[in-house]
């Protein structure tokens, strides 16, 4: 494939460095979210603060279930020497428990520290890719009360200046990582896209996965937009002014489709975020702006400030594009996405930073495949809780259990738990009936690992 040549723009979102020692306890009153604008449409819960005292100015904050409990914590990267640390605050369904420290080395400056499960266990672990001249990928496993001494997954991924990025671009239930070069290289390697899988317990060798995805300054994203279980690649080109199309290439089996444009003009405006999360529960995320205090000398700035405009996904397209919350995320604040509630529908969450750095949530209330699509949920003995959402099925077992005590122990309001075929060593099938008839298959990797999310029955790997 030729590469394509053509400007696009994107904003670097730089979340700073946390230096803290010991993190004290917020006094102050939080600051006030401005009133939700009357008669606007609220997909959105109206905000409230989770925590007093979380993601001071000159932290990396974002989200991650570290603890494996299908709810998504606080994560804050220290990047000095003097204070340091990475800190979690985990949640708890309606807010985040106080924060504690889960590793006592910082983040050094030129790397770039995430989050994701590498090994397929249901909690997400800590990655560090060091970058500069190094590439070298370091992975902390997390024991779901903190993160382990990190050991080398990788030797030599992710250099310099590419964008570092992780999800599961196979669909085997193992994050894997992706390097976008972007245009740090003058010649054809520009525009180039580099994977390298997990095995549970190291990176495979890198591959080359495309040659013409996110240049220059575009926001390069990973997620599941089709909702086929692997993620997808997403450039966001975003500016104040002209055309700023969503550029999607979707993970096959062959390998990265071809880049097709799924939004004709989203990311609007060079102060804006814009990310992802799957806001109605369906298995397929949606592209989501934040406009925060975007182009205030551009009419109309006072319907639009803090204005959350979301797009949702179709499997084929991003549509449906609405305002759904103002305001949400005004000035410097940092905006994201995660599922705090484990309801499955990925919320919003808004770092205040500066003096009283409070951290506000705004729960998801999109309407999905069905209204009462989360309010069913039986126990499996002791072992593990079913919660039917739409067309899709969670099961998380305790810990301790092991998978053939779950295939047994279908009880309550399930009608049977069905084995199915081995299909290899550390995956085997099986199928729930739900009491409504509903039918799903799964698998659990390993046979004591956490079981995955599961699909509808006619779905196959």
């Not at 990655?127 to 070298?136: A, C, K, M």
């Not at 525009?191 to 240049?215: K, L, M, Q």
């Given at each position: 494939m030729n590469k394509?040549?053509?400007?696009r723009l994107w904003i670097v979102l730089c979340l700073g460095a946390l230096f803290v020692l010991a993190l004290p306890l917020g006094t102050g009153s939080a600051p006030a979210q401005p009133a939700l604008a009357q008669g606007f449409p609220t997909d959105f819960s109206?905000?409230?603060?989770?925590?007093d005292y979380f993601c001071l100015d000159g932290m990396t904050c974002m989200t991650g279930d570290v603890n494996g409990d299908g709810m998504?914590?606080?994560?804050?990267?220290?990047?000095?020497?003097d204070p340091n640390g990475i800190w979690v605050a985990l949640s708890q369904g309606s807010q985040f428990a106080p924060y504690q420290q889960?590793?006592?080395?910082?983040?050094?400056?030129?790397?770039?520290?995430?989050?994701?499960?590498?090994?397929?266990?249901?909690?997400?672990?800590?990655?560090?890719?060091?970058?500069?001249?190094?590439?070298?990928?370091?992975?902390?496993?997390?024991?779901?009360?903190?993160?382990?001494?990190?050991?080398?997954?990788h030797d030599t991924f992710c250099y310099g200046e590419e964008e570092c990025r992780v999800g599961d671009l196979n669909g085997d239930g193992l994050d894997d990582i992706w390097a976008f070069v972007r245009s740090?290289?003058?010649?054809?390697?520009?525009?180039?896209?580099?994977?390298?899988?997990?095995?549970?317990?190291?990176?495979?060798?890198?591959?080359?996965?495309?040659?013409?995805?996110?240049?220059?300054?575009?926001?390069?994203?990973?997620?599941?937009?089709?909702?086929?279980?692997?993620?997808?690649?997403?450039?966001?080109?975003?500016?104040?002014?002209?055309?700023n199309p969503l550029w999607v290439s979707l993970s096959t089996d062959q390998g990265a489709g071809e880049q097709m444009v799924w939004y004709d003009n989203f990311c609007a405006y060079n102060a804006s975020i814009c990310t992802t999360g799957d806001f109605d529960g369906d298995s397929?995320?949606?592209?989501?702006?934040?406009?925060?205090?975007?182009?205030?000398?551009?009419?109309?700035?006072?319907?639009?400030?803090?204005?959350?405009?979301?797009?949702?996904?179709?499997?084929a397209a991003f549509t449906s594009y609405g305002s759904r919350l103002i305001p949400f995320c005004t000035g410097q604040q940092e905006c994201d996405t995660g599922d705090f509630d484990g309801d499955g529908r990925d919320d919003i969450v808004a770092f205040v930073r500066g003096a009283d750095p409070v951290v506000w949530v705004a729960l998801s209330a999109f309407a999905g495949a069905s209204?009462?699509?989360f309010n069913r949920s039986v126990r499996i003995g002791d072992l593990a809780e079913v919660t039917e959402a739409g067309n899709s099925l969670w099961l998380r077992p305790a810990p301790s259990s092991d998978l053939e005590g779950i295939m047994q122990l279908g009880t309550g309001t399930l009608v049977d738990v069905l084995e199915g075929p081995v299909i290899s060593e550390d995956m085997l099938w099986f199928e729930v009936q739900l009491h409504n008839n509903a039918s799903v298959r799964g698998w659990f990797p390993g046979e004591s690992a956490?079981?995955?999310?599961?699909?509808?029955?006619?779905w196959r790997p």
């Open positions: 394509l040549r053509y400007t109206a905000p409230q603060v989770w925590s998504d914590d606080l994560i804050a990267f220290g990047r000095s020497t889960w590793y006592a080395q910082y983040c050094a400056a030129a790397a770039q520290c995430l989050v994701g499960d590498v090994d397929g266990d249901g909690r997400d672990d800590l990655i560090i890719f060091q970058r500069s001249n190094d590439g070298r990928v370091s992975v902390g496993l997390s024991t779901g009360s903190s993160f382990a001494s990190v050991t080398t997954w740090t290289k003058t010649d054809d390697g520009a525009g180039d896209v580099w994977i390298a899988t997990s095995n549970g317990s190291a990176f495979n060798p890198a591959e080359f996965w495309h040659d013409s995805f996110c240049y220059g300054t575009e926001v390069c994203a990973v997620d599941d937009v089709d909702g086929d279980g692997r993620d997808d690649m997403l450039a966001f080109i975003q500016s104040d002014g002209g055309q397929r995320a949606d592209a989501i702006i934040f406009l925060r205090d975007a182009a205030p000398g551009i009419m109309g700035y006072s319907q639009r400030q803090g204005r959350v405009d979301v797009a949702t996904s179709n499997g209204d009462d699509r956490t079981a995955r999310y599961l699909r509808p029955a006619a």
